[in-house]
Each structure stands twice: as C-alpha cells, then as structure tokens.
C-alpha cells in the first residue's frame, strides 16, 4: 500500500487519511458507489443509555417507569445499567419495549476474580446484552483489545448481544492518530466468528464523552465512514453491523447527529439520566428513521 496522504470525498464528507488507511477508505468508496454501504433505519435505529455509577437505586425505578411508559416503537432502546440494577429494572421493565444490558463482563465463566461478574451471570439477571471495550474501562481498568476481544467471545457463548465502544483520545486525533486507532481498536477487538447480527459498534471520542464538545457532524461521518469500512472488510458490506455515535449526545444535537450518513443511534451517557432528554432523543432517532424511510 502506498505511503502517501490524501483526502477523497465520500457522500459530500472530506476524508483525509494517511497511507495506512488507503485500503479501507478505498472499500468504503466502493461500497458507497455501489449503493452497498446504507445508513441503517428503521427499526434498526438504536438509541442506548448507559448509566454508568448512576444513579439511585429509588431515582432509577422513577427513570425506568418513565422511560417505559414512553411510545417508541420505531426505534430499539436499550439500558446498560449498574451490575446491581439489572434485576431491579428487568422486574420493573418486564414486558415493556426495552432490552437490558451490563456494562462489562469477564471472560471467564467463573473463578476466583473477586468484584467481577461473567457473562452468565448477567444473563441471569436479565441482560440479552453487555457493552464492552467502553473508554472508561479501556483507561480506568487497563483493559486492552485484546481483553476486549476475549470477553465479547464470553458474552457471545452466552448468546448476549455486545455493544462494542471505539474512540480516539484528543492527543491521539491531535496527532492525526485517530482513525488508526480506531481501526486498530475494531480489528483487535473483534474475535474471529463473530456474528454481525449480535454486534452494535459504538464510536465514542473519548474527548466528547461528559464534556459538552460533541464531535462535528463531518467528523462523525467521516469516522463513521472508516468504520463502516473495516466492518464491510469483515463481515461482507451487506451485513454491517449498526454504528452508534456517543459523546455529549443531548435532545438538541441529536437530530443533527443522526442526519449523519451511516450513524445508525446514539450510545448516550449523562442525558439518559434525564427521562425528557432521553425521549427527546429517542424522537429525534424516530424522526431520523422516517425521514430515511
Ligand atoms: P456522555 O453522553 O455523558 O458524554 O457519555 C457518553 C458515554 O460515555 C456513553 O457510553
């Protein structure tokens, strides 16, 4: 592959790259002009809340009736709440239009690793899914792709479905380090066998993430282009998985995110805590579904 820079466009977004992308960003333009790489919509659109360490559990049985008592029937949501939650809300949540996930898992069934909880475990809670490789695991636990890789193959074993989080450090976008990291992040990420029909990739810039600096709709798309790129090397471009966006989502920038060529919903972090911002986000993904429709 040659070593130069460059820049193409793709669906009106400028893409600069560096050689090591060339590859990749040639697929994504090949799929494109073939009409291959599309935007998922409809029903596909996926809006998810992570709580995090948040927040109460009394204030989180008030979000969660909230949040089901809310009409979103265009649109899949999900919840990844606190370890200890996920009875609590499967309970509450039962019957209503919401899948429940964990935030992390182990890669091992079982063992002497204290404070940790398996794939199975969350399963019997009531998780159908667990998000994986998030930026505050990857930088607050050391977690590794590698590792990443190793715990979707758990929760794969398991039959959950795996919300895979991506994103590059402000140093490393800095750098002009951003797509490579990316990339990297996904192939190593990823283990081999993996169902695309069980895999949702969240892009989240890890500088976007509870700062208030979402990421430019051009900049999303751009990334979001990348990805689509390495998914459709993997999996074939009429299987890509759905790619979120994260960061400082809230109920004013989501429509202009989710007008973005191929983002697929939302991976949303401080505003799922609030019901009204969370369902204004959920209309706009709506919105964003029928419009495409
Ligand atoms: P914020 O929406 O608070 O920026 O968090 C994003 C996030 O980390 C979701 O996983």
Redesign the pocket.
């Known amino acids: 592959m040659a070593r130069r820079a460059g820049r193409i466009c793709l669906d009106g977004l400028l893409i600069e790259y560096d050689a090591l992308l060339a590859g990749a960003v040639f697929i994504a333009r090949q799929a494109c002009s073939n009409g291959h790489v599309k935007k998922k919509r409809g029903t596909d659109m996926i809006v998810?809340a992570?709580w995090?360490m948040n927040p109460a559990l009394d204030q989180a049985a008030v979000l969660a009736t909230a949040l089901a008592s809310q009409p979103f029937s265009e649109i899949k949501r999900i919840l990844?709440v606190p370890h200890p939650y996920l009875v609590p809300m499967s309970v509450r949540l039962t019957g209503a239009p919401l899948k429940i996930g964990g935030q992390d898992c182990h890669f091992a069934d079982h063992g002497a690793y204290t404070g940790d909880v398996s794939a199975g475990m969350l399963c019997d809670c009531g998780a159908s899914t667990v998000?994986l490789g998030?930026?505050?695991r990857r930088s607050a636990h050391g977690e590794s792709s590698d590792l990443v890789a190793q715990k979707i193959s758990a929760a794969l074993a398991q039959n959950l479905d795996v919300v895979l989080?991506v994103g590059e450090t402000k140093a490393e976008r800095d750098d002009k380090k951003a797509e490579q990291v990316v990339i990297d992040q996904l192939q190593a990420s990823i283990p081999d066998n993996t169902p695309p029909t069980r895999l949702t990739i969240?892009y989240?810039p890890v500088w976007?993430?509870?700062?208030?600096a979402v990421a430019s709709p051009d900049d999303i798309g751009a990334m979001h282009h990348i990805i689509a790129s390495v998914l459709s090397e993997r999996f074939g471009a009429n299987a890509l998985p759905p790619i979120l966006y994260?960061?400082?989502?809230?109920a004013e920038n989501a429509g202009s995110i989710f007008a973005v060529p191929l983002v697929g919903g939302a991976?949303?972090?401080?505003?799922?805590l609030d019901a009204d911002a969370f369902a204004a986000i959920c209309t706009a993904a709506q919105l964003a579904s029928r419009n495409a429709g």
């Not at 976007?208 to 208030?212: D, K, L, P, Q, V």
């Not at 994260?246 to 809230?250: A, L």
Request: one cysteine or more; aromatic letters at 4%; charged letters at 10%.
């Open positions: 998810a992570n995090k990844f998000l998030h930026s505050e989080c969240a989240e976007a993430i509870g700062t208030g994260g960061g400082s989502v809230n991976l949303v972090g401080g505003a799922s």
